[in-house]
């Protein structure tokens, strides 16, 4: 690889794809994180991430008890985007997912939904096998990789990873897979992008407060939209649009991605307001992502067959 540098940091120059290692993490998306890498729109990146647990419980020995709790939901970055300025739009197209050979899953006494439920805590170690989370005996889940934690850095202020948002991060969202694009809203220069918290597998709502949490790398190609302006986190695969909003209730949430989609669809496509809302009665879904974090977060999705050639 070649690289430059621009006042000490490493700038990406030609067809390349630069790495970001697990040396290079961040607890909190801020402005006043310094860039481990600067990197033209385009570029192509890969980045090594730990686990939710940044790795501490990778045996049946290791507990919950000894948790570091200052350590969790690592991000790896965060990355400087040339061009980036406020108001733009950071296009990410997720590449690759490659995901380790082992992952880990707690639940436990206050964790989720069911911590009211549940005695003690508990950690369970579960092998990857030939595209399969094997559970136990009997019990084969097809591996379906996605990312928890993935995010551009806000105007003012500091968000802990483990916190969603505007600015993306502890989304747990399925849907933001292989072959999906993240287009985010960029509230300071450069955008200071960075992801982490890979899950192997998980179910809608991540209900025990965990998906089979992961070491992985991710492969990511990052671009500057100028022109155009979105509310908060979008997604679009090959199927659908999707938007995405976290609030301190569900019911927020809802409410937000609700109108956030109506405004997406509303000038973009041949019909009236009326209409447009009926359509999404109709066609739309209504999902959560996650239920168990600081902010609640779901998804409003739509499928594209129904939406015409309609684009950001």
């Given at each position: 690889m070649i690289y430059i540098t621009k006042n000490g940091i490493p700038i990406l120059k030609g067809d390349f794809t630069l790495k970001v290692s697990t040396d290079q993490i961040i607890y909190h998306f801020t402005s006043s994180n310094c860039p481990v890498l600067t990197v033209p729109s385009g570029s192509i990146v890969e980045f090594d991430t730990y686990d939710c647990f940044s790795n501490q419980l990778r045996t049946e020995k290791d507990k919950m008890e000894s948790l570091d709790w200052d350590r969790i939901n690592p991000a790896t970055g965060p990355i400087y985007i040339e061009g980036a300025e406020p108001g733009d739009i950071l296009k990410v197209t997720i590449n690759r997912i490659e995901i380790d050979s082992k992952g880990t899953i707690v639940s436990g006494e206050e964790l989720g939904i069911l911590g009211g439920i549940l005695k003690g805590a508990h950690t369970k170690i579960i092998p990857i096998q030939d595209g399969k989370a094997q559970f136990s005996d009997g019990i084969r889940i097809p591996i379906k990789p996605m990312i928890g934690v993935i995010g551009v850095a806000p105007k003012d202020g500091e968000i802990n990873t483990g916190t969603p948002g505007k600015h993306g991060g502890n989304m747990d969202n399925r849907m933001v897979a292989e072959g999906a694009t993240l287009y985010f809203h960029v509230e300071t220069?450069?955008?200071?992008?960075?992801?982490?918290?890979?899950?192997?597998?998980?179910?809608?709502?991540?209900?025990?407060?965990?998906?089979?949490?992961?070491?992985?790398?991710?492969?990511?190609t990052l671009e500057i939209v100028k022109g155009r302006s979105i509310q908060?986190?979008?997604?679009?695969?090959?199927?659908?649009?999707?938007?995405?909003?976290?609030?301190?209730?569900?019911?927020?949430?809802?409410?937000?991605?609700?109108?956030?989609?109506?405004?997406?669809?509303?000038?973009?496509?041949?019909?009236?307001?009326?209409?447009?809302?009926?359509?999404?009665?109709?066609?739309?879904?209504?999902?959560?992502?996650?239920?168990?974090?600081?902010?609640?977060?779901v998804r409003f999705t739509m499928p594209k067959k129904y939406l015409g050639e309609i684009s950001l």
């Open positions: 220069p450069g955008a200071l992008f960075a992801l982490g918290d890979v899950h192997g597998v998980m179910g809608d709502g991540e209900i025990g407060v965990s998906g089979l949490e992961i070491p992985a790398k991710i492969t990511v908060g986190p979008m997604l679009e695969n090959s199927e659908h649009w999707t938007v995405i909003e976290s609030a301190e209730t569900i019911e927020d949430a809802v409410q937000e991605a609700t109108e956030n989609m109506f405004r997406f669809l509303s000038g973009r496509m041949n019909l009236k307001d009326p209409e447009i809302a009926m359509l999404m009665s109709l066609v739309g879904q209504l999902e959560f992502c996650q239920v168990v974090d600081p902010l609640k977060t």
